[in-house]
């Protein structure tokens, strides 16, 4: 049946306007999908009244179902009623019935919070509930305090000041606070910082950053030699055993930290400038973690 | 992977290590393998941060690398391991029901660290307990080397790959990144060691106070000088057995609950006998006789062995076909088919779904769907006993959120859709799968929304912690009771109403996560 191949070609379009509520007779569109409505309405009760189209034979009714027609009155239309009015699915098989108040055409997106039909299901009650809700959030606060947990650095302040030379700049940023297995890792993660001191070997671990102030360190160092405590003199011999490297770093974080209070008179906390104090949301939230 | 497992990963990154580590990790996630300069280069970090970044994920398996030709080495993130995070509470207190608070620790240990040694997380461990015990006691090391030997023996923990030890032959440069290879059979083979020692509490009066210069504590005694004697074996958390322990779970219950107590005990003793004979994704497990099955049945169950062979007989006629019956030799071969265990376990989330979602009357049409697997829209009306224009609703509606699916049977080969039949059906798999999806999404809004609540409320709930601070501190060094009371009182009762409102919401947006 050749003029099947028409149905085929036409594309299927998305039908806009039930006919229910267009209908107000001004289209010649509307009037064309009632008539191809009934017409359909008159086929299925045809063939449930038996009757046959046999093969080759075109049955035309009062209306005209002929293939061509819809076509040309389209084309006459400028093609405007094309495939208009076609559905892509059998509106019976699917269940809409002739006649039937279709919900109305959508207007806006669906709302935000739609009002929920049905409570939803009651919380896991219960000790086994209780001791999991209390693990997530021990959970969530201890993960923070680990040293997997990265702090982006704190951004610089406008103005120098002058307690910034005496704030430890805590989690060093171009360093990690644990240790890695590095024979594990890719050799191009080792993150080497070049230190100004003296003959310290090329060991490849993350070192703490060059401080500026280590020349002074070690002038300083012979001259107030008399002055300094016994625990400065270990350090400085602990210093020049090169092979113990987590000792170094913990005795040299020390150093620095005697060595800048030498410096001064004063105990570190003389520096706080109180920016710690209620700025650290991130902290504070840390000891209460709901 | 979906727009919503990414933002879902995003946000558990953010949570656990940090805007840097996030920022990488998605950044891997979305675009695959990369290399270390790429990655740099694209997401405009400076390379220190992005090895940090990279540091932290590798050590926490989230992230692989390989080598490439030319020695470029890449990166490739794992969204569903980051995904599993999730889970972590959930293995913690399955491993705290299996092996008591050692246990327990062992493996939040090791699940916060990524990997750790075995000695490391010994001593940590027994530190823990010990703090938490009363004075005077310490852990010993022996009692949780033990409990870590069981969880090793039970296949909960594993061992990592490790570099293998290659002779100094090769005289060419190292290679970029190490090749890691680990052997089957070794993967949960325990080292000896002999690890002496208690946990050490730790006391407040070891601390420096002030940062008066001071004579320096004796630091490291002579257990650090020794070399550690498991150095380089390092062990993980072995998730795909908690899964399996928990598909076990899933069925033993849902045994219990469609037969009675006896019968799921049964199907749990046939289940751990092949915890470690079954590979994980088998489809079932391997044959077990009942004379087996009555050797291994728990010591309190005196059933004789006729009751056995009549409640095996009721399991593998049963029309959900939990268990099978393969053979008859020792009295009986019988299986536990998983995955059509599990599929039935799918397919009853989902009708439980349907039925919270859009009612019971949906939740028939559904199970009628699902029973005769495709049905026209007349035919449902009919079975379903449903007036018509309800039975359309109540189908549209279900397809709209993709519960139910529409499959087109032509009558004619150009598909003209009036001479095509329209069926409804359930597609269990496409659906399962959505439901995944959604359940991801709404993960993702809840952690947004408690993160949104705690910030609002941040003032108040400083407050409250310092409250609570000062009354603790209050009584621990014996004030009044018209003093604490004064205290509390700091907070009006219109915040307190506040604060409670603001606790119950971010618990249930926890809870339901």
């Not at chain 2, 840097?20 to 220190?48: C, F, M, N, W, Y």
């Not at chain 2, 620790?105 to 075995?118: A, D, P, R």
């Not at chain 2, 609703?393 to 004619?412: G, H, R």
Request: proline residues 6%; negative net charge; contains cysteine.
């Amino acid at each position: 049946m050749n003029e099947m191949h028409l149905w085929a070609d036409l594309p299927p379009q998305l039908l806009q306007d039930w006919p229910g509520e267009l209908t107000n007779g001004k289209l010649w569109e509307a009037d064309l999908e009632r008539h191809r409505l009934e017409e359909d309405q008159q086929i299925s009760s045809w063939l449930r009244l038996g009757l046959r189209v046999g093969e080759g034979q075109q049955v035309f009714l009062i209306g005209s179902l002929n293939t061509q027609a819809p076509s040309t009155m389209a084309s006459r239309g400028g093609g405007r009623g094309r495939g208009r009015g076609q559905l892509t699915f059998n509106m019976e098989a699917v269940g809409i019935g002739k006649g039937d108040a279709l919900p109305p055409p959508t207007l806006q997106p669906s709302p935000l919070f739609p009002p929920l039909e049905f409570r939803p299901v009651p919380l896991p009650s219960g000790e086994e509930g209780e001791y999991v809700l209390a693990l997530k959030q021990e959970l969530r606060g201890a993960m923070r305090q680990l040293p997997y947990f990265i702090r982006p650095a704190v951004p610089k302040r406008d103005v120098e000041r002058y307690s910034d030379k005496y704030q430890m700049s805590g989690p060093l940023d171009n360093a990690i606070d644990w240790n890695p297995d590095w024979r594990r890792l890719p050799r191009e993660l080792k993150i080497r910082v070049r230190k100004l001191q003296k003959e310290r070997t090329t060991i490849l671990l993350p070192k703490r950053p060059p401080k500026t102030t280590e020349d002074k360190e070690e002038t300083i160092q012979k001259l107030e030699t008399l002055e300094k405590k016994e625990e400065e003199v270990t350090s400085e011999e602990d210093e020049e055993k090169e092979e113990e490297e987590e000792k170094e770093e913990e005795e040299e974080e020390e150093y620095d930290e005697e060595e800048h209070e030498e410096e001064t008179d004063y105990i570190m906390s003389y520096f706080d400038n109180g920016e710690d104090f209620g700025g650290d949301s991130d902290d504070n939230m840390d000891e209460a973690i709901y | 992977m979906t727009q919503a497992e990414i933002k879902l990963c995003s946000l558990l990154l953010q949570e656990h290590f940090g805007e840097i580590v996030e920022k990488i990790g998605v950044h891997l996630i979305r675009t695959g393998s990369q290399p270390l300069r790429v990655i740099a280069h694209d997401t405009g970090t400076s390379l220190d941060q992005v090895k940090k970044a990279l540091c932290v994920l590798i050590q926490h398996n989230l992230v692989i690398y390989q080598v490439h030709k030319r020695g470029v080495v890449e990166y490739e993130a794992q969204c569903s391991r980051v995904l599993r995070m999730l889970r972590y509470p959930r293995y913690i207190y399955t491993a705290k029901t299996l092996y008591s608070d050692t246990g327990e620790l062992i493996v939040e240990e090791l699940l916060l660290n990524g990997k750790m040694t075995m000695s490391a997380v010994v001593k940590k461990v027994a530190d823990r307990l010990t703090e938490t015990m009363e004075d005077g006691k310490t852990m010993d090391y022996a009692e949780v080397s033990n409990t870590f030997v069981r969880l090793a023996d039970t296949h909960f923990v594993q061992r990592c790959p490790f570099v293998p030890a290659t002779e100094n032959s090769d005289p060419g440069p190292p290679p970029p990144a190490p090749t890691l290879v680990i052997n089957e059979k070794d993967m949960y083979l325990v080292p000896k060691l002999s690890l002496i020692g208690k946990g050490k509490r730790r006391r407040s009066s070891d601390e420096d106070a002030t940062g008066e210069p001071k004579a320096k504590r004796p630091k490291h005694t002579a257990d650090n000088k020794e070399p550690i004697p498991d150095d380089g074996i390092y062990w993980q958390a072995n998730l795909d057995r908690f899964h399996q322990h928990f598909r076990d779970q899933g069925i033993v219950s849902a045994v219990a609950n469609r037969m009675d107590q006896t019968s799921s005990e049964i199907v749990r003793t046939m289940l751990r006998m092949s915890e470690i004979t079954t590979p994980s994704n088998a489809p079932f497990t391997q044959p077990l006789s009942s004379n087996e099955i009555f050797r291994s049945l728990p010591v309190g169950y005196n059933i004789s062995k006729q009751v056995l062979d009549q409640y095996l007989t009721l399991l593998a006629d049963d029309p959900l076909e939990f268990v099978g019956k393969s053979g008859d030799s020792g009295g009986g071969m019988y299986v536990i088919n998983l995955h059509k265990a599990l599929g039935s376990l799918a397919t009853a989330t989902l009708e439980s779904v349907v039925q919270e979602r859009f009612g019971s009357r949906c939740a028939r049409i559904f199970r009628l769907v699902l029973q005769k697997k495709h049905l026209e829209q007349k035919q449902v009306e009919d079975f379903a006993m449903i007036p018509a224009k309800e039975a359309k609703d109540m189908l549209y509606k279900m397809l709209s959120e993709n519960f139910i699916s529409l499959q087109e049977i032509p009558k004619t080969p150009d598909h003209a859709p009036s001479r095509t039949f329209y069926l409804y059906t359930v597609n269990i798999l496409s659906a399962a799968r959505m439901l995944l999806h959604r359940c991801y999404k709404s993960i993702a809004n809840l952690i947004e929304r408690r993160q949104f609540e705690t910030k609002e409320n941040k003032r108040l709930l400083e407050k409250s912690q310092r409250v609570e601070a000062i009354i603790a501190s209050m009584q621990a060094t014996g004030a009044e009771e018209a003093q604490l009371q004064e205290i509390e009182e700091m907070i009006t009762a219109p915040e307190r109403q506040q604060l409670e409102t603001l606790k119950r919401n971010v618990n249930k947006s926890i809870n339901r996560m």
